[in-house]
């Protein structure tokens, strides 16, 4: 699979190859930045957890640049910061036995762009071979715009699939704040 920024990273906890790794996807959660999935797709989460017949795979958008830093991270740039939120989410990842982690590296800025095709190219590519059942996306009304921007994009591209392959269910998600 082949994705826009040479940055995105492609995890898969259990060592399985890429396309049958996410194939077998029955829940996924399209989120904006690390660590938005373990608050919003708990319940994603803890459906899949210890299954083999339900899989469950987190998709963050953002690259985590303008992540908060203080106490050990104080001192860290933002290409630092970066690599540190990338390696959180792969653990959190393994912790969760998730079919796969996807981190596509898009900033805010070309998240927030409508005129920005290539987040929802990269999205449907993803959902083309997940074909999940159940999606978990930021809801509509959240107070983030980078939020609601990756909301938009996901619709876009599941609207892009196949009426066969689209999902049985799509939730929009509190996070973090009501
Ligand atoms: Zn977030």
Redesign the pocket.
């Known amino acids: 699979m082949q994705f826009h920024n040479s940055t995105a990273d492609f995890f898969v906890p259990d060592n399985a190859a890429s396309d049958e790794a996410l194939k077998r996807t029955t829940h996924i959660c399209i ?3 690390q ?2 999935i373990e608050i919003m797709a708990y319940h994603g989460v803890a459906e899949c957890f210890g299954r083999r017949d339900r899989w469950f795979t987190g998709v963050v958008v953002t690259n985590g640049a303008g992540s908060p830093r203080s106490g050990i991270y104080g001192s860290y740039s933002d290409a630092e910061m970066q690599k540190v939120r990338v390696v959180e989410q792969r653990k959190a990842a393994f912790v969760g036995e998730y079919a796969c982690q996807i981190q596509l590296g898009f900033s805010s800025a070309e998240v927030k762009n409508p005129k920005e095709t290539t987040v929802i190219s990269d999205l449907e590519q993803i959902l083309q071979v997940a074909k999940p059942e159940f999606v978990y996306l ?1 809801n509509l009304a959240d107070k ?1 715009d ?2 609601v921007s990756v909301a938009l994009r996901a619709l876009s591209a599941l609207r892009a699939l196949p009426k066969d392959s689209r999902p049985r269910k799509v939730y929009g998600c509190e ?2 704040r009501g």
């Open positions: 989120a904006a930045h660590d938005d930021h983030h980078t939020h996070v973090w």
